[in-house]
């Protein structure tokens, strides 16, 4: 069983920055690849970013390739997502999770879900 605890969103505006954090429980952190997901209002939840078990492999949605950039450290069981260059259209309630297949966009390959982080950008 893994926990999974998402914090750092928040009100920004327009070409602002956010770090997000997850946060797991459980000495198993480092097994398991992590992703994170996003759902606007209206709209499904969608795929942000993955990173496998030791970091070699990532990926992320077109819309935000050079703009987000995951990261993890095992050894304090965190997975970050750093967002620049934010836009309206990145507001979201971000959520963290785990897949103990590999990083991808597949949504129902993830274990563990985070209960989210709203991050709003202001105009």
């Known amino acids: 069983q893994v926990q999974l605890v998402e914090s750092g969103g928040g009100l920004v505006q327009a070409g602002g920055s956010l770090r997000l954090s997850c946060a797991a429980s459980?000495?198993?952190?480092?097994?398991?690849?992590m992703g994170w997901f996003r759902q606007a209002p209206g709209k499904e939840r969608e795929f942000v970013a993955a990173?496998?078990?030791?970091?070699?492999?990532?990926y992320y949605t077109d819309s935000v390739k050079g703009r987000f950039t995951i990261s993890r450290d095992n050894a304090k069981n965190t997975v970050y997502l750093r967002m620049s260059s934010l836009n309206s259209e990145d507001t979201a309630v971000y959520y963290c999770?785990?897949?103990?297949?590999?990083?991808?966009?597949?949504?129902?390959?993830?274990?563990?879900w985070g209960q989210g982080t709203q991050v709003t950008v202001s105009s």
């Open positions: 999770a785990a897949s103990s297949i590999g990083p991808n966009i597949i949504e129902y390959t993830y274990d563990y």
């Open positions: 459980g000495r198993t952190f480092s097994t398991y690849a």
């Open positions: 990173i496998s078990q030791g970091s070699g492999r990532i």
